[in-house]
């Protein structure tokens, strides 16, 4: 009696080791192949937002959605799983120990913040410096033209002077001629009145882009 029931208790855990040993096999796992070709291989994972989160070497690990590159899920037993390398687009943002802690960096030393201001300072004031130079040649060009304008305006009147002084010139020609050089005269006005304008705002252009510049020098100083 006691064989039989012992027969019995051999056979069913026996049932119970086949059944376990085919659910393993058919439970299947995921392989997580990141865009740099790093493979990782999970039983699980799950959705958490921007990221997808795992159970990694008794913690938890999140990777950021945008660093996967396709999940894949696979049959029978997961293979052994290689640690996550610390230069890999796997590295873990989170881990668990007893409950989820987030790690934070620490603080960046107070003598390199202050040089990554000061860079970005010097950056900036290059900057500025190099519109201020890009206007003062603007303007340059804008008082080219007006002093243009300007020659040809006295040109023109010197050419009126001319044909009126000219006795044997035709009424209707000397008419002509001066109405012609009066277009002339106009033409440079607007040419004259254009150019000032734009020198003006330049000129506004350059004292903003100064004032920039003695705001960046005075803060670069007293640092």
Excluded: C, H
């Excluded at 106009?186 to 003695?214: F, H, L, Y």
């Amino acid at each position: 009696m006691k064989r039989g029931i012992m027969n019995r208790k051999t056979i069913i855990i026996a049932v119970i080791i086949f059944f376990a040993a085919v659910f393993q096999a058919f439970a299947g796992y995921y392989t997580i192949r990141l865009k740099n070709g790093k493979e990782i291989t999970v039983n699980k994972y799950w959705d958490d937002g921007s990221k997808i989160r795992f159970y990694r070497e008794g913690g938890s690990v999140a990777i950021a959605k945008e660093d996967i590159q396709i999940i894949k899920k696979q049959d029978g037993v997961a293979p052994a799983s290689e640690p996550l390398e610390t230069d890999s687009a796997a590295v873990p943002e989170m881990t668990e120990n007893e409950g989820e802690q987030n790690i934070t960096p620490p603080p960046a030393p107070a003598a390199t913040t202050q040089e990554n201001e000061q860079a970005e300072i010097r950056e900036r004031l290059s900057i500025i410096q190099a519109n201020i130079a890009t206007l003062q040649e603007r303007k340059k060009s804008y008082l080219n033209q007006k002093n243009y304008a300007q020659a040809a305006k006295v040109d023109a009147e010197q050419r009126i002077e001319k044909y009126r002084a000219d006795t044997y010139m035709p009424s209707e020609d000397r008419k002509r001629s001066i109405a012609g050089e009066e277009q002339k005269i106009n033409a440079a006005g607007i040419q004259i009145q254009e150019a000032d304008r734009q020198v003006s705002a330049v000129e506004e252009m350059i004292g903003n882009q100064e004032a920039i510049k003695k705001s960046l020098e005075d803060k670069l100083q007293q640092q």
